[in-house]
């Protein structure tokens, strides 16, 4: 199943620049799982022991995933997952 | 150097008085590329805090879809600071995410919601170093 994934400018490092790039798996946490495959290291970046990390916010389509499942958030064919880093200090 | 006409920054000290004693946050979003800021976005302090600012996480899908579809970046992202100097703090820092943006900050300790001297500072936040920048009003 293709899931499209945005990726942020930050991450676009572990993505060779793209900014948009295709997973495969049934919720969030296989698709996330499938990216670290190409994509070494993006993995650590949005998920950590906890689960998502506290300053990254995932979306699917228009919900952020906190309000859903989160990280075992379902996910289906055309779906999109959208990856934003909170904008957010002190 | 961070190159910014003087009716934007006037819009950002503005928004930081209003919202003082909370801190005030917001973007300059312009063309991709560009380096220059020309639409102002106050965004909502989702922490409505004195000590901690958060774009409210529907509110920051909506500025980045709209960024994406105008084909806009976030060249500025700014917020105030109410009781301190205006200089990123290591939670700033910690949050730090567009190593292509100008993070502005602006201090209201001197003067709360009334007019007067503030301090207005632009700094470049990347891979946790902190970088102050020139500021040209243009």
Do not use: W
Request: hydrophobic content about 40%.
């Amino acid at each position: 199943m293709a899931i499209e994934v945005r990726i942020p400018t930050i991450l676009r490092n572990y993505t060779d620049g793209a900014k948009i790039v295709e997973g495969s798996g049934a919720t969030l946490a296989e698709v996330l799982a499938d990216l670290e495959t190409r994509y070494t290291g993006i993995h650590e970046r949005i998920v950590d022991e906890a689960g998502l990390r506290r300053f990254v916010n995932v979306y699917l389509n228009d919900e952020d995933v906190r309000f859903l499942d989160g990280i075992n958030t379902a996910v289906s064919d055309g779906d999109v997952v959208t990856v934003l880093p909170a904008v957010a200090g002190g | 150097m961070l190159t910014i006409r003087q009716d934007l920054i006037d819009a950002i000290v503005a928004h930081a008085r209003a919202d003082h004693p909370d801190e005030a946050c917001g973007v300059i979003a312009g063309p991709d590329g560009s380096d220059s800021p020309t639409r102002f976005i106050p965004m909502v302090n989702a922490a409505r805090s004195p000590t901690f600012y958060e774009f409210d996480s529907m509110d920051l899908l909506k500025l980045y879809r709209e960024m994406d579809d105008n084909d806009e970046v976030p060249v500025v992202v700014y917020h105030s600071h109410t009781a301190t100097e205006a200089y990123p703090s290591r939670t700033d820092v910690s949050y730090a995410s567009e190593p292509q943006a100008h993070y502005v900050l602006v201090s209201t300790r001197e003067t709360g919601t009334e007019d007067g001297p503030y301090e207005f500072r632009s700094y470049r936040i990347v891979d946790g170093v902190i970088t102050e920048e020139e500021i040209k009003v243009v």
